[in-house]
């Protein structure tokens, strides 16, 4: 009913609808602050690929791929964490464009890991014309309520039970020098939804591929099918050339079997 006391019937609105009506994608405030991220790794030669690490892990705990990259590509890896004071994705975002223009980087192909997705498809968003080519690997981009920071903020000792060693690692160092920040990130990440992100991202037209684990034990593959499908983008459960299982964290574990997959994308960072 109506303030008149008349009938209204109300359709349902696809998702689409909904962010247009809420304007919320593509909607952004400047904080007017320029900051530039920490970037430990920054090495090879070519076509620029940079790789997004995931929550509570470090640009060094990406190693192993990294050398295999950086035999056919420029591989940059900024850290998400090591910033001063609050974390926030909105200067985050700034600082990470900021951090490109210091570098000189003008077109470059991403690479998002878990929470380094979030960042990835925020980036696409605002600087599409800088984009070559999106690549999600096991993302948390398309989660509204991501259990994975629900844990970090609950349970992070259960959390660190599921990782493997090299994950535990650069967690626990993590939690050392960047309590804040991750509190933060993980609210974040946790609060918010990246539906009309994924959405605009696809209307934007940039080649779009997801990966995902084929026993990823942190999230679900329902929500990674259904961000492909937002986003457009083709949609791989990748799995080792033996048959055995890759969880969550293949990225680092097991590099040679997501290098194998970055190349059967046939991504234009790896066909110069």
Not at 206 to 218: E, G, I, K, T, Y
Not at 244 to 260: G, K, L, N, S, T
Request: with cysteine; aromatic share 8%.
């Amino acid at each position: 009913m109506n303030e008149r006391g008349l009938a209204v019937r109300l359709r349902p609105i696809s998702g689409e609808e909904a962010c247009r009506l809420t304007g919320r994608a593509g909607r952004y405030r400047l904080s007017g602050i320029a900051m530039q991220l920490k970037v430990p790794i920054d090495t090879g030669n070519g076509p620029v690929v940079v790789v997004l690490h995931g929550f509570a892990m470090r640009p060094i705990t990406y190693n192993p791929l990294v050398r295999l990259l950086a035999s056919r590509c420029r591989v940059v890896v900024p850290d998400l964490f090591a910033i001063r004071g609050e974390w926030r994705y909105s200067d985050v975002l700034e600082a990470f464009t900021s951090t490109l223009d210091h570098l000189g980087l003008d077109r470059v192909s991403l690479v998002g890991h878990s929470f380094g997705g979030g960042i990835e498809l925020g980036y696409a968003l605002r600087q599409p014309e800088r984009v070559v080519e999106l690549v999600f690997s096991d993302t948390l981009a398309a989660s509204r309520e991501w259990r994975l920071a629900q844990e970090a903020l609950r349970h992070p000792g259960r959390l660190i039970s599921l990782a493997t060693p090299t994950a535990t690692a650069a967690f626990v160092q993590n939690w050392i020098e960047h309590p804040r920040q991750l509190v933060d990130a993980a609210w974040w990440a946790f609060r918010s939804g990246r539906e009309c992100d994924s959405l605009a991202v696809a209307r934007a037209g940039l080649p779009a591929h997801v990966l995902w684990a084929n026993r990823d034990s942190v999230l679900s593959r329902a929500d990674g099918r259904r961000f492909a499908e937002e986003l457009q983008a083709s949609f791989t459960v990748a799995s080792a050339p033996d048959g055995r299982a890759i969880d969550h964290d293949w990225m680092f574990q097991q590099p040679e079997v997501f290098f194998e997959h970055l190349e059967s994308l046939q991504l234009k960072a790896l066909s110069a």
